[in-house]
């Protein structure tokens, strides 16, 4: 004990890494520890996964956008040789959403259907293909509804033609905000400058190669479900299944095999995920559904369309004044995501930007499309988007360069924002000149020939979020480290891996503070019952809030191995230092080192099993009001991307050169992981720029649920990206980095749509800039080809 | 419909596989051969997770009908490695090394059209990369860290 206070007080000298940072594990770029699975076919994803007397799961999906539910008569498809069960939006009466307090998504359409592709019937069957043949013997009876496609038409038609699409939400209006900081109005007539202009964000989605999937194994015995998803917020889902299965939690074991991405369309529960398990409780044997790929596109989830209106004061130097942003957002059937991404386009309208005055109006307004939620950038993309594009006006108009007007308004280290955001470490300056200086943006702007042109953006993303969804006070993530002289250390926590290498880049911060390597490092995470709790994969939150809880975790247990450590070395507790399997004098080069193994079996020797736990939670602030606690962040990732452009002439095809990017991610855990992150962001942002937009029917149908209509990013089309990372060190974050995952899909978007300014002179303000628009333009001005 | 028993020369071994003539390749592969390796994003061969090698051609297996491979070798990116070892094929350690994988899906897919790719053109221009690899969709990676893979790959001395 007395040992344990010593070294408590030596404990702040220990943290002398986040002022040396000679770190010798953090910082590698090692390949992902579960690559060698992924390169030889060997690991197994949800759908890979096969049980003993496994049967197989369809969803009967609607193919009208807005109908009533007269009848199912299911009684065909349970006369087929290999039907097991059939159920329908009866079996489940109980809601369920991410967001519980306005949860009113169904698992099966119980009396109206409110987009098309919503499930309202699952068939359980011996085969996938007997499944499928009893799907077509269900009938459904629909009343057809007016249908609304278009968000704009959405309060109109319930105001005057009475089409509600739910009951209980008058105009259609699932949620509407109002924040106000600053007398805006005022300080908007006064300014020098005002730039006033209307945005459209596209709905764009994931599109992860991975379909849903979903594995029940009901215990008809014990009563207890275990059941393997495609899932990124395990713990929301287990509340979930408990909540609409009405199932104790703990009988509910979920596990989530590794994921094939998810880029946030895997936080939410999926149909899937209720009907295995209801199908698996009802009959006794394990249950998969996979969905097809128009299923997954019909499921969603993804990025919320936009209708931007902009007004932005600035003083004649280029300083924003005021900030003034309507936002009509369209949010498709059901709630999903919906309040969250409401709010968080108003947090994040003006940041990486100082605005002196800002003010908000915002509705979610319902309609008979495909349900938007959480999308990589989650609320920032559509504002970024919008804004950095009137960067670029407001600098034309006050004669100073893009670059300039930025570097004028750029937030810095320390900056409380006007709805009280704090902003605790910022780069964004260094990321701004490091982008305009290595592509020679200064002197390539306004300089190409006509069809060539160069553009900028800023951006930058949350590292998490100190006001979650979670109905509880407990902490937000926990990480758990078990040291012992057979296992080394086997590190458990709620960490989930989608495939941006989480699972890695946790074993890295470990072995940092415990002086171990970290591909010895056993991680277990991703399963409610045997690995921590922890929220989630989204809002960018893993590395610093995971990273925190195994920090602290590691930390706790070298509190018990250094006093050891110290009583062999002959030295003082405060001295000693660990890495590389060696604890050392941090002061004394020449003081005889010490083994880790020897270290720990000494330990555990004396006084039994070594396992330390951390935590964390993100502090909050106060006097955070209008709901401007949504949004708020440890701390914030920037980045700048510097876009070049060549427009086809003759085709209005816009070929995207290069992207220069620089990013302040703090201390880069895993550098070779960033530059993946960075040119995977880069990727989606240039497929939401030029290529990506789901398309409806007037009757409310998905034009485009397959790869071949919905186009993505592809090898011909990725363009060179030069990446670089500037130096930088977020003393609040452990280790000091930051998130790198959703901060660099902001610029890319606005700083292709600046370069094709620069080139042809169209001022392009509606995603996606398709070659249509772009011909459309040429031939306007008579320049096309 | 009513199964069959075929014999599919799949990674150098004979196997009898229960089929139906209407069975898709990636379903025979993933279900009653247990090679789950070769992965289905789309089932419409649009993303090419699904891609194998048969007589030295990259092809999709999800358009693929199993009965027609019969007499034919088939190759997955289980039987790439070395066959007495085990260990990885030269292309697997570098699309592992240059950080070519994220969450692994397109994976299998992308490493046997590269695979392919080096067969037949053993020093590929970065061209003739984006080029074989233009049917393989990846979301993760934004595919450049895919083509240092595979150049390094080509400049090691190759996939054989």
Not at chain 1, 143 to 159: F, Y
Not at chain 1, 340 to 365: D, E, Q, W
Not at chain 2, 6 to 31: C, F, H, Q, S, Y
Request: charged content about 20%; proline content about 4%.
């Amino acid at each position: 004990m007395a040992m344990n206070k010593l070294w408590e007080v030596s404990n702040k000298y220990n943290d002398y890494k986040d002022y040396t940072r000679e770190y010798t594990e953090v910082g590698r770029s090692i390949p992902r520890l579960d690559g060698p699975m992924k390169v030889t076919g060997k690991l197994q994803y949800t759908d890979d996964l096969t049980l003993p007397r496994m049967v197989y799961a369809k969803l009967l999906r609607s193919p009208h956008a807005h109908a009533i539910i007269k009848n199912i008569d299911f009684s065909r498809a349970l006369e087929l040789d290999g039907v097991l069960d059939v159920l329908t939006g009866k079996d489940f009466p109980i809601d369920y959403g991410i967001i519980a307090h306005s949860a009113n998504e169904q698992v099966l359409a119980r009396d109206k259907v409110r987009m098309w592709g919503e499930p309202v019937a699952a068939v359980c069957a011996l085969t996938e293909e007997i499944a499928e043949k009893a799907l077509e013997l269900i009938d459904v009876e629909y009343e057809l509804l007016p249908v609304i496609v278009d968000g704009r038409d959405a309060e109109r038609m319930a105001n005057e033609e009475g089409v509600l699409i739910h009951e209980d939400k008058p105009g259609n209006i699932a949620h509407q905000g109002k924040q106000q900081y600053g007398d805006v109005d005022a300080i908007l007539a006064e300014s020098d400058l005002v730039v006033e202009k209307e945005f459209y964000s596209s709905q764009y989605t994931h599109a992860f190669l991975e379909p849903q999937s979903a594995l029940a194994d009901y215990d008809v015995h014990k009563n207890k479900l275990h059941l393997y998803a495609t899932c990124q917020v395990p713990h929301y889902t287990h509340q979930q299944l408990a909540k609409v299965l009405q199932m104790p939690m703990k009988d509910i074991r979920i596990t989530v095999p590794l994921l094939g991405g998810g880029f946030g369309g895997k936080g939410v529960a999926s149909t899937a995920d209720f009907v295995t398990s209801k199908f698996s409780s009802r009959i006794g044997r394990p249950v998969k559904c996979t969905y097809e790929r128009a299923e997954v596109f019909a499921t969603h989830q993804g990025r919320h369309p936009c209708y931007m209106k902009f007004r932005i004061g600035f003083t004649k130097e280029g300083k924003i004044t005021a900030v003034d942003f309507d936002n009509l957002m369209v949010g498709g059937a059901y709630m999903s995501w919906g309040v969250v991404v409401l709010f968080y386009t108003a947090a994040m309208s003006h940041i990486p930007y100082v605005a002196p005055a800002a003010k908000f109006a915002g509705r979610r307004v319902y309609t008979n499309t495909n349900t938007c939620g959480a999308h990589r950038g989650l609320g920032g993309s559509q504002p970024r988007f919008a804004m950095e594009i009137m960067m670029d006006m407001a600098a034309e108009q006050l004669g100073i360069s893009p670059l300039q007007i930025r570097l004028l308004n750029a937030v810095e280290s320390g900056h409380t924002c006007r709805n009280m955001m704090y902003i605790p470490h910022s780069e964004f300056k260094k990321t701004l000149q490091t982008a305009a200086d290595n592509s020679d943006y200064e002197n390539k702007r306004g300089k190409l020939p006509f069809g060539k042109g160069i553009g900028i953006s800023g951006g930058y993303y949350i590292s998490g979020t100190s006001y979650t969804l979670y109905l509880s006070y407990k902490p937000h993530t926990v990480a758990t480290v078990k040291i012992e002289g057979e296992n080394n250390v086997v590190l458990f926590c709620g960490a989930t891996d989608i495939g941006q290498g989480a699972d890695t880049v946790m074993a890295q911060m470990a072995a940092e503070t415990l002086g171990v390597r970290s591909e010895d490092v056993k991680v277990v995470s991703r399963d409610t019952e045997i690995s921590t709790f922890d929220l989630g994969t989204f809002a960018s939150r893993v590395t610093y809030a995971t990273g925190w809880a195994i920090r602290r975790a590691c930390e706790a247990a070298n509190q018990l191995l250094f006093p050891v450590a110290a009583a062999i070395m002959g030295c003082r507790g405060q001295e000693v230092g660990v890495k590389d399997y060696q604890f050392y004098s941090i002061y004394e080069k020449k003081r005889k080192n010490v083994d880790w193994h020897e270290v720990v079996e000494q330990y555990i020797s004396s006084n039994g099993p070594l396992t330390t736990s951390g935590q964390f939670t993100p502090p909050r602030r106060k006097g955070i009001q209008q709901g401007g606690n949504i949004g708020h962040s440890p701390t914030m990732g920037f980045t700048t991307q510097v876009a070049e452009v060549e427009v086809d002439l003759y085709t209005g095809l816009v070929h995207v050169v290069k992207i220069t990017e620089a990013g302040d991610l703090g201390q880069p855990i895993n550098p070779m992981s960033v530059e993946g992150q960075v040119h995977g962001s880069i990727q989606m942002g240039l497929g939401n720029a030029l290529l990506e937009e789901m398309r409806y029917a007037d009757d409310g149908r998905l034009l485009n649920p397959s790869f071949h209509d919905y186009k993505v990013c592809g090898t011909m089309d990725m363009p060179e990206v030069e990446a670089t990372i500037v130096e930088s060190y977020d003393p609040s974050a452990p280790y000091g980095g930051k998130e790198s995952g959703e901060g660099p899909i902001q610029p890319t978007p606005p700083a292709i749509f600046n370069a094709v300014y620069d080139a042809i002179g169209f001022r392009c303000t509606e995603q996606p800039l398709t070659q249509e628009k772009v011909l459309n333009y040429l031939k306007s001005i008579g320049k096309n080809l | 419909m009513k199964k069959q028993l075929i014999t599919l020369n799949i990674n150098g071994e004979d196997m009898d596989l229960r089929i139906a003539p209407t069975d898709l390749l990636v379903d025979v592969l993933r279900k009653e051969a247990g090679l789950t390796g070769t992965k289905k994003g789309c089932g419409q061969g649009d993303c090419g997770a699904c891609t194998v090698i048969i007589d030295g051609k990259a092809v999709l297996s999800c358009l693929t009908l199993a009965i027609a491979c019969q007499g034919k070798k088939i190759t997955t990116v289980e039987g790439i490695a070395d066959h007495k070892t085990g260990e990885m094929n030269p292309i697997q350690k570098a699309f592992l090394n240059h950080g070519a994988v994220q969450c692994g899906f397109c994976t299998p897919g992308m490493i046997m059209s590269s695979y392919n790719l080096l067969t037949r053109n053993p020093q590929p221009t970065r061209t003739e990369i984006r080029r074989a690899l233009s049917g393989n969709l990846c979301r993760c990676t934004g595919y450049l860290l895919i083509f240092e893979a595979v150049e390094a790959c080509a400049a090691e001395g190759g996939v054989l």
